[in-house]
């Protein structure tokens, strides 16, 4: 296969053929664009699927990666890191969910704990259902081995984290996955009720579905799985990979929900794009792990810590939360005036906070308005089959909100 560039495109890059055969090739961003290899500006509606939530060129970011790259890059989990200390400290202790927080700390003492640091959402996943099935094993609970998971659910790609997603398109090549995974539909109470018991070690979910089409969590939903994940000591795992921090407008989902997880797992956007996940255990677990159970050689680097460190300082910091609930209520208003001016071609809006999805009545459609958007200077994800997907930088300005509904306007007007 030849690469060949031709105007801001490359085509057959040597990579495995489960990416498209045409890239767009890109050179650098700023602030909520992006700017390809010719010079075009695109407004960047997608953030690098929900991870660029500062934006690009954020002078915090630039300077704590370059400081530290200069520093120290790299010593193994073997020894550590300040930054490292530091960014497990912050998020175990200024967490809401941490054990200063009178919501949980009557019921669930000592939250949370300890993080455990990998590079990658899926590794989170495979860690959070480690961890699981070591408590589960090491308790010595009556608990079998099952793990309950839900339809449209999507947890990562590697083996373990493939076994709890849904889609068969993901699934199907690898058959067989790890057994005793079973799937009840997402927000259906009954279905929870019938189904969870002392058979299950743990149940992972989503509080917003992010790669499956963008359906919120209920809060009756999240009530009867904290309910009864409690009563059969089934450990509770939220999938935060896509929802962390701020992107929904608590620094976690699971809180606007009500969902009460014994562990969380968080990635996309900790490490202003760099790879980062953290998945947060609680004392019950963490009291049970012994040396050895489970690592990594790169997760939790200096790097990576730092600059999240960094990103966890700008999100927590006064007035950005509520900065992000001013921006997604002004981008709710021009979404439900986008469909209000195509209810032939757009049904419901999806998603919550800055991950908001938009419904196309005809599926056929949506690769032609993705590609459309693309080539007026907007770049937008699709999420399942029917929805497009928006997941700006949380910083993203009001007018930029605007311009870029505009083009979408324009785009829908076109196909
Ligand atoms: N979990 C959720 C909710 C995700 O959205 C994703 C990725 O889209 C993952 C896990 C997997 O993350 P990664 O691609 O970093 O392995």
Not at 219 to 234: G, H, W
Request: glycine share 10%.
């Amino acid at each position: 296969m030849n690469t060949e560039y031709s105007n801001a495109f490359v085509k057959n890059p040597p990579f495995p053929n489960n990416y498209s055969r045409e890239f767009l090739c890109f050179d650098r961003g700023e602030g909520s664009f992006l700017v390809d290899i010719q010079g075009k500006r695109y407004l960047d509606f997608a953030g690098g699927i929900a991870v660029n939530s500062l934006g690009y060129g954020n002078e915090g970011i630039i300077q704590a990666a370059t400081e530290q790259v200069a520093k120290l890059t790299h010593v193994s989990n073997l020894y550590t890191t300040r930054p490292t200390v530091e960014f497990a400290q912050a998020v175990t202790a200024s967490s809401p969910l941490a054990k200063d927080q009178p919501w949980q700390a009557d019921k669930h003492p000592g939250y949370f704990e300890a993080v455990h640091f990998g590079n990658s959402g899926t590794e989170a996943n495979e860690a959070a259902l480690k961890y699981a099935k070591m408590y589960a094993g090491r308790k010595q609970t009556p608990n079998g081995p099952k793990i309950l998971a839900c339809t449209n659910g999507f947890h990562g790609r590697t083996l373990g984290a493939l076994s709890v997603t849904y889609a068969p398109k993901y699934r199907k090549p690898y058959e067989p996955l790890i057994g005793g995974v079973e799937f009840i539909d997402f927000n259906d109470v009954q279905a929870l009720e019938s189904t969870l018991n002392t058979d299950f070690t743990a149940v992972i979910v989503e509080p917003v579905q992010g790669e499956g089409g963008l359906e919120c969590m209920t809060q009756e939903f999240a009530r009867s799985l904290n309910n009864l994940c409690r009563k059969f000591d089934v450990i509770l795992i939220a999938d935060e990979v896509q929802t962390g921090i701020g992107r929904t407008g608590t620094l976690f989902a699971s809180q606007w929900v009500g969902l009460e997880p014994d562990i969380i797992t968080l990635s996309k956007p900790i490490a202003g794009g760099l790879p980062l996940s953290a998945t947060l255990l609680p004392k019950k677990i963490n009291e049970l792990v012994q040396v050895g159970d489970h690592g990594t050689t790169f997760g939790g680097g200096p790097v990576t810590t730092r600059v999240a460190l960094e990103v966890w300082r700008q999100i927590t910091a006064p007035g950005f939360l509520s900065g992000v609930g001013q921006r997604t209520a002004f981008l709710q208003s021009q979404l439900e005036a986008l469909v209000q001016a195509f209810p032939s071609r757009l049904g419901s809006l999806k998603g919550a906070g800055m991950l908001r999805g938009i419904q196309v009545k005809d599926p056929d459609m949506l690769p032609g308005i993705i590609s459309g958007a693309r080539d007026a200077g907007l770049l937008i994800l699709r999420s399942g089959t029917d929805i497009i997907r928006l997941a700006p930088p949380l910083t993203i300005t009001t007018e930029d909100i605007t311009n870029g509904i505009e083009i979408l306007r324009k785009v829908l007007e076109e196909v």
